[in-house]
């Protein structure tokens, strides 16, 4: 009654100044909305020494987490610049290696057979001179099946078959599962079907002319498929 006056009085000064005085008039006046008002004010207080609880654990995660140093496969959670930095990291680390350090450079033919010879200690003729049987294939004197120029950019199937050919070389000769007459390479097939079954090409987005921080990405998940692999099978 007194507000419904107050609100209501002919003189100006006697009357509320805004309508937040009036909001809170009401609230004073009505115990629950007191309460409720209150009980919102709580529920906000602790979501938000939550939410900031578990973003600072988020972060923290963030700084320590190594993802080639605990078995996993590089996540595709992570910025895609970081996952190629992280990756280029991780090799540059193992094998004492800076092929992979311009991360947006495109991956060349040329930097594949460095990373051959440099990083897996190939025999130079092996990487360099391919070879020369028609149709091409395996050659245990030949790395490359075919002549490609060192300029060549290099597509991300192709990567997978060079990647594989590296860490197994049984896999990529094995083409007992191609049917037919298909019109790409049998071991780039079965490489691919390799990779993508293990998780090597997570991380590697573009499927042409990748860059060295994707092959970066794709030898590192290699790498570490290859020691679980050998890992379980010594146990």
């Not at 005085?21 to 609230?27: E, I, K, P, S, Y």
């Not at 042409?208 to 794709?218: K, L, N, P, T, Y």
Request: charged letters at 20%; hydrophobic letters at 35%; proline letters at 6%.
């Amino acid at each position: 009654g007194n507000i419904i006056a107050r609100c209501t009085a002919f003189a100006p000064d006697r009357r509320y100044p805004d309508m937040h005085q009036v909001r809170r008039a009401l609230l004073l006046a009505n115990p629950k909305s007191q309460a409720g008002q209150a009980g919102k004010i709580a529920f906000i207080s602790i979501t938000a020494a939550a939410l900031l609880t578990f973003t600072g654990i988020r972060i923290y995660e963030r700084i320590t987490y190594n993802p080639f140093t605990d078995g996993s496969i590089i996540p595709l959670v992570m910025p895609d610049d970081e996952r190629q930095q992280e990756a280029a990291a991780y090799l540059r680390e193992k094998y004492q290696t800076h092929l992979f350090d311009n991360c947006s450079a495109y991956y060349t033919v040329g930097l594949l057979k460095d990373t051959l010879i440099e990083v897996y200690g190939m025999d130079e003729d092996y990487v360099r001179v391919p070879s020369s049987l028609e149709p091409p294939q395996e050659n245990e004197s030949h790395f490359l099946p075919w002549s490609l120029d060192d300029a060549q950019y290099i597509d991300r199937d192709y990567l997978a078959y060079f990647v594989t050919k590296v860490y197994w070389p049984d896999i990529a000769d094995n083409w007992s599962s191609v049917k037919g007459v298909p019109e790409t390479y049998p071991g780039i097939i079965v490489s691919v079907e390799w990779c993508q079954n293990h998780g090597i090409l997570t991380g590697a987005n573009r499927p042409r002319d990748v860059s060295c921080g994707e092959a970066a990405i794709v030898f590192a998940n290699a790498d570490r498929v290859s020691s679980m692999l050998e890992g379980s099978k010594n146990k």
